[in-house]
């Protein structure tokens, strides 16, 4: 079936360094995935999208990549900080109706 | 604009007591999303619609229903509540079309049933 899975369930990092966090994806066939990211006790927060044409994206200290060859997705915060602490979630775009798909998720825990 | 609001915030419940979460939204988004997350996991899809009087099962609608008579409101109704129940549950709104599919979230009930 179809699933979205996460690597690495905890990573901690020193503050200003930089994060990747990695997600791997099963449908070949996926066009567009979404990083969001869920501070504790709020709700999911969008961060960066990407859609399959493309290879890369950036945002502001963010970027993502995706390697469609070995179904592999990552986000890169730069010089993180510790208001990046939080569990950070890759979704799997399954129209026609928007549902998404979501992994399990990676907490990123940032050491001062 | 408020965005997607969710309440009660909070609520404990009996078993096989019932209650109804509310959820809103004032983006005049046509899709809209029930969700659990039960602790240190992902999201499930309970319950979607795609617009007003229409709704369809997601992941695990089971002990669940939902209902859609406005584009703006989505409440979650929850019959005999179970032990299992007990989750966060999160409302979620999303456009149609305009190739844009990011689902944008409220801050989520905590229920706990005991």
């Known amino acids: 079936g179809e699933s979205v899975g996460l690597h690495l369930p905890t990573l901690s990092v020193q503050e200003g360094d930089n994060s990747i966090i990695n997600c791997a994806y099963s449908n070949s066939a996926s066009d567009y995935f979404i990083w969001y990211k869920q501070e504790s006790g709020k709700g999911p927060q969008f961060i960066i999208d990407i859609r399959s044409n493309m290879d890369k994206r950036q945002g502001q200290r963010v970027t993502v990549l995706l390697n469609k060859t070995v179904k592999h997705l990552s986000l890169q915060i730069a010089a993180t900080q510790p208001g990046d602490s939080a569990v950070y979630f890759c979704a799997e775009y399954k129209g026609p109706t928007n549902k998404l798909i979501f992994g399990t998720g990676t907490l990123l825990a940032v050491q001062p | 604009n408020a965005g997607v609001t969710q309440t009660p915030k909070f609520r404990i419940l009996k078993i096989g007591q019932s209650m109804t979460l509310q959820c809103a939204q004032d983006?005049?988004?046509?899709?809209m999303y029930w969700y659990r997350q039960d602790p240190g996991m992902g999201l499930k899809l309970i319950y979607y619609?795609?617009?007003?009087?229409?709704?369809d099962k997601g992941e695990v609608p089971n002990g669940y229903n939902v209902s859609r008579s406005t584009t703006e409101d989505f409440p979650l109704r929850l019959e005999l509540a179970a032990p299992s129940q007990t989750s966060v549950y999160f409302c979620?709104?999303?456009?149609?079309?305009?190739?844009?599919?990011?689902?944008?979230f409220g801050p989520g009930t905590r229920l706990t049933v005991t």
């Open positions: 983006m005049n988004h046509n899709y």
């Open positions: 619609s795609v617009g007003a009087g229409i709704t």
């Open positions: 979620a709104s999303s456009y149609s079309g305009q190739g844009r599919y990011e689902q944008y």
